[in-house]
């Protein structure tokens, strides 16, 4: 039986021990403050703070199995959150170790991804698409070395083979090659929105959230830690179920980006400092993702607008919602389409597609539109 009824919305579901799966679309914040707060004078905090990052191998994927690098010096970089789901008390652990040392997943993995985002640099450092991938896209699966593993919900790579068969899976569907990865747990969103004060937004109508057993009055909220944490993981009570909570989450990463790079925020140097840290100390990058390599790219983009970055997600067929061979709920993807969206990517052309379907755009607007 499908999770969705007629109308495109999730049905209730069974309490289930890792309640935290439905992780956060905050990872891109993460991955943006990383480039946007490091400018200037705050470069050497950046360093300090990034040091100690957890790094997991990617040369377990065979390089005949990985598209060819695009050309000029545009960078695609995948961003995962990750859910640890193996002890009743769903605590967060480190993605390091639970790989062995050639970067293949162990037995007893006890994390999943639910939030998939490809975010593009363009070559000029002038802009940044965010692309988000939703977690039951059927798509065929590729485990750590890049071979195929039958079709499933794209989570599911991430699941079964780790961060190497999350960025092979992504490298076949999209034909790009992904420069570099970035994976930050739960833990991570709601401290950046404590360091930060919290985020101000605006609910529109009042409702209730039927799995978090949380009630949304209609108003402004100031959400931070785990309150912040229940608003972006919300679906249940919303229109149009995963979709509308991808693009609240959307919405709220701009309101968070906005605050960190506020006045308030850069102009103190022991906040700002918190603020890095708490991005720092939840992250586990690939290996080849240096501190260099890091501040270098945060330098060559510290002209860029928070208000600029494009945030979208993949196109999706006609018949968005199906069922696998299982029985299980699935989102269809728009392959066509998204062949055309992939290749603009690659080819560093990420506006034009913009402006051949500008309603694919995620409309971020003001604080009050956000729903």
């Given at each position: 039986m499908s999770d969705y009824d007629g109308a495109g919305k999730r049905r209730a579901e069974k309490p289930r021990g890792w309640v935290?799966?439905?992780?956060?679309?905050?990872?891109?914040?993460?991955?943006?403050?990383v480039f946007l707060v490091a400018s200037g004078a705050y470069a050497l905090g950046m360093i300090k703070s990034f040091t100690g990052i957890d790094k997991v191998p990617i040369a377990a994927i065979k390089e005949e199995n990985r598209p060819d690098p695009a050309p000029g010096e545009?960078?695609?970089?995948?961003?995962?959150?990750?859910?640890?789901?193996?002890?009743?008390?769903?605590?967060?652990?480190?993605?390091?170790?639970?790989?062995n040392d050639d970067g293949?997943?162990?037995?007893?993995?006890?994390?999943?991804?639910?939030?998939?985002?490809?975010?593009?640099?363009?070559?000029?450092?002038?802009?940044?698409?965010?692309?988000?991938?939703?977690?039951?896209?059927?798509?065929?699966?590729?485990?750590?070395?890049?071979?195929?593993?039958?079709?499933?919900?794209?989570?599911?790579?991430?699941?079964?083979?780790?961060p190497n068969g999350a960025i092979s899976t992504v490298e076949h569907l999209t034909n790009l090659r992904l420069d570099h990865m970035v994976i930050m747990d739960w833990d991570g969103f709601r401290d950046m929105t404590e360091a930060v004060g919290g985020v101000r937004?605006?609910?529109?109508?009042?409702?209730?959230?039927?799995?978090?057993?949380?009630?949304?009055?209609?108003?402004?909220?100031?959400?931070?830690?785990?309150?912040?944490?229940?608003?972006?993981r919300t679906r249940y009570g919303l229109g149009d179920g995963d979709f509308?909570?991808?693009?609240?989450?959307?919405?709220?990463?701009?309101?968070?980006?906005?605050?960190?790079?506020s006045t308030e925020n850069i102009s103190n140097p022991i906040k700002l400092q918190k603020t890095v840290g708490s991005v720092a100390k939840h992250l586990t990058i690939d290996e080849n993702f240096s501190v260099s390599t890091i501040t270098d790219l945060a330098w060559n983009m510290k002209s860029i607008n928070v208000d600029e970055v494009d945030f979208m997600t993949v196109p999706l067929a006609?018949?968005?919602?199906?069922?696998?061979?299982?029985?299980?709920?699935i989102v269809n993807l728009d392959l066509e389409k998204g062949e055309q969206l992939w290749r603009m990517v690659r080819n560093d052309r990420v506006k034009r597609y913009l402006r051949l379907y500008p309603d694919d755009a995620s409309k971020l607007g003001s604080e009050t539109e956000i729903n």
């Amino acid at each position: 039986m499908s999770d969705y009824d007629g109308a495109g919305k999730r049905r209730a579901e069974k309490p289930r021990g890792w309640v935290r799966r439905h992780w956060v679309a905050a990872t891109i914040a993460t991955l943006l403050s990383v480039f946007l707060v490091a400018s200037g004078a705050y470069a050497l905090g950046m360093i300090k703070s990034f040091t100690g990052i957890d790094k997991v191998p990617i040369a377990a994927i065979k390089e005949e199995n990985r598209p060819d690098p695009a050309p000029g010096e545009a960078l695609n970089i995948l961003v995962l959150g990750a859910d640890a789901e193996a002890d009743g008390n769903n605590n967060s652990s480190s993605i390091k170790a639970d790989l062995n040392d050639d970067g293949l997943w162990k037995e007893g993995r006890i994390h999943r991804s639910d939030t998939i985002m490809v975010a593009h640099v363009s070559a000029d450092r002038s802009r940044v698409s965010v692309i988000s991938i939703p977690r039951d896209s059927h798509v065929t699966i590729y485990d750590e070395e890049g071979e195929a593993r039958g079709e499933d919900k794209i989570n599911a790579a991430f699941a079964n083979y780790g961060p190497n068969g999350a960025i092979s899976t992504v490298e076949h569907l999209t034909n790009l090659r992904l420069d570099h990865m970035v994976i930050m747990d739960w833990d991570g969103f709601r401290d950046m929105t404590e360091a930060v004060g919290g985020v101000r937004v605006y609910i529109p109508e009042t409702f209730y959230d039927t799995s978090q057993k949380v009630s949304w009055e209609k108003g402004w909220h100031k959400l931070k830690g785990k309150k912040a944490l229940q608003y972006v993981r919300t679906r249940y009570g919303l229109g149009d179920g995963d979709f509308d909570r991808i693009k609240r989450q959307q919405n709220f990463i701009r309101l968070l980006l906005k605050k960190m790079m506020s006045t308030e925020n850069i102009s103190n140097p022991i906040k700002l400092q918190k603020t890095v840290g708490s991005v720092a100390k939840h992250l586990t990058i690939d290996e080849n993702f240096s501190v260099s390599t890091i501040t270098d790219l945060a330098w060559n983009m510290k002209s860029i607008n928070v208000d600029e970055v494009d945030f979208m997600t993949v196109p999706l067929a006609a018949q968005r919602f199906g069922e696998d061979a299982n029985g299980q709920s699935i989102v269809n993807l728009d392959l066509e389409k998204g062949e055309q969206l992939w290749r603009m990517v690659r080819n560093d052309r990420v506006k034009r597609y913009l402006r051949l379907y500008p309603d694919d755009a995620s409309k971020l607007g003001s604080e009050t539109e956000i729903n």
